[in-house]
C-alpha cells in the first residue's frame, strides 16, 4: 500500500509534460511550397501556438515543398486520414468540392484586400461548410493570391495575348477564361514550367508575385502583367477523421491555433506583396499594368456557362459580392 501511494506521489510530482508524454499526439502537415512561402509561414506558425496552447501534447510535423506529395494527393489522403493536415491553393479542392468552382471565375473579387476581406466574412465560413460531407474540415483561409501573368510576352491589352501559349491551373474557371482572351492554355506539370519558359515551349505562365520570386520564374520572365483575373484563396484542411479521435481540448486548440495563424499568414502575404513586386523589377522584368476593363469585359460573358457546372453558384457569387461591399 505503501509503495502505491508513493508511486502516486512521484507521478503527481513530475513535470506536466513527462507526465503526459504518453499522451502527446503528432500530426504531419504537407504542403506544396517553399519553406519562404506563406503556406509554410501559416504552417510553422499552426505548429508554433498548437504546441504552445497543448503544453507540447499537440506537435504538428511540417513536411513542405511537396514531400508528402503533390496537392490533389494531399487533398485525397486528408480525406482518408493519411495525411491529417494541408496547407492547399483551392483549385485542386474543386474535384472533391464542386462548389468551390466559383472561385475560379475570372475577377470575382476586385483586388486583394477585398478578396481577403471576403474569405474571411460570413460567405468564407459558409463555403468552408461544404468540406464536411467531403471527409474534411476546413480550419480557415489564408491569403488570397493574386494570379497575373508573367514570360516572355507583354500584355497591355487582350489582343496581346492572341495565341500566347500559357501554363494555367487546369481550372475550367482558369482555362476558359484564357481561351476567351485569345490565349492557348496549356496542360503543363508545375515542376516543368521554368524550363518551358526557357526553351520558349511556352510564351507564359501565370503566377502571384510571391511564387515569381520563390520558383525563380523572375530569371526566364521579360514582363510581369498585372491582369488579376484570378484570386485565388488557400485553405488550411484537416482530416475529419483525425480531427475526431482529438480530444475536446486538443479540438478547441487546433481552431484557436488555426484562427492565429490564419491571421498571420494574411498579413504575411500583403507584406509581401509589394517586396515581391519590388524583387521582380530589380531582376530586370517590366512590371505592366494594363487597364483592365476590357479584360473583365471579354470574360464576363463565361459566367452563364460556367455557373451551369457549379453547385450554387449563382447563390455563392452574389454572396462572394455581397461581402465585398
Known amino acids: 500500500m505503501k509503495k502505491i501511494l508513493l508511486s502516486a506521489c512521484l507521478a503527481a510530482a513530475l513535470p506536466l509534460g513527462a507526465a503526459q508524454a504518453a499522451d502527446v ?4 502537415l504537407g504542403h506544396v511550397l517553399a519553406t519562404d512561402s506563406h503556406y509554410h509561414i501559416v504552417a510553422q506558425k499552426l505548429a508554433e501556438v498548437a504546441a504552445a496552447k497543448s503544453n507540447g501534447t499537440l506537435k504538428i510535423n511540417v513536411f513542405p515543398s511537396g514531400q508528402l506529395g503533390g496537392e490533389v494527393k494531399l487533398i485525397q489522403s486528408a480525406r482518408t486520414g493519411a495525411v491529417p493536415l494541408v496547407v492547399t491553393g483551392e483549385p485542386p479542392v474543386e474535384n472533391t468540392v464542386k462548389e ?74 482558369y482555362v476558359k477564361a484564357y481561351e476567351a482572351l485569345g490565349a492557348q492554355p496549356t496542360p503543363m506539370a508545375y515542376s516543368e514550367v521554368y524550363l518551358a519558359l526557357q526553351t520558349g515551349v511556352i510564351d507564359a505562365g501565370e503566377a502571384s ?24 484563396p488557400a485553405v488550411l484542411l484537416m482530416s475529419k477523421a483525425r480531427m475526431d479521435k482529438l480530444s475536446p481540448e486538443h479540438q478547441k486548440i487546433m481552431r484557436e491555433a488555426a484562427d ?9 502575404y500583403t507584406d509581401g506583396y509589394a517586396k515581391s513586386l519590388e524583387q521582380i523589377k530589380g531582376m530586370g522584368v517590366e512590371i505592366v499594368t494594363p487597364d483592365i476593363t476590357e479584360f473583365r469585359e471579354k470574360t464576363a460573358t463565361l459566367y ?6 457549379i453547385p450554387d453558384g449563382e447563390a455563392n ?8 461591399d
Open 260 to 268: 492565429e495563424a490564419v491571421k498571420y499568414g494574411i498579413q504575411y
Open 25 to 28: 499526439v503528432e500530426l504531419n
Open 100 to 173: 468551390f468552382g466559383v472561385f475560379s471565375l475570372p475577377y470575382l473579387f476586385p483586388d486583394l484586400q477585398k478578396a481577403n476581406h471576403a474569405m474571411q466574412s460570413d460567405f468564407g465560413k459558409h463555403m468552408l461548410g461544404y468540406l464536411d460531407k467531403h471527409g474534411l474540415v476546413g480550419l480557415g483561409w489564408i491569403s488570397s493570391l493574386e494570379r497575373n501573368i508573367y514570360g516572355v510576352r507583354k500584355v497591355a491589352h487582350p489582343d496581346d495575348m492572341k495565341a500566347m501559349k500559357i501554363r494555367v491551373i487546369q481550372s475550367p474557371g
Open 209 to 232: 508575385p510571391d511564387t515569381m520570386i520563390q520558383d525563380k520564374f523572375a530569371e526566364v520572365s521579360k514582363y510581369y502583367n498585372l491582369v488579376k483575373i484570378h484570386y485565388m
Open 317 to 324: 457569387v452574389k454572396a462572394a459580392r455581397a461581402a465585398i
Open 304 to 309: 452563364p456557362s460556367l455557373l451551369a457546372d
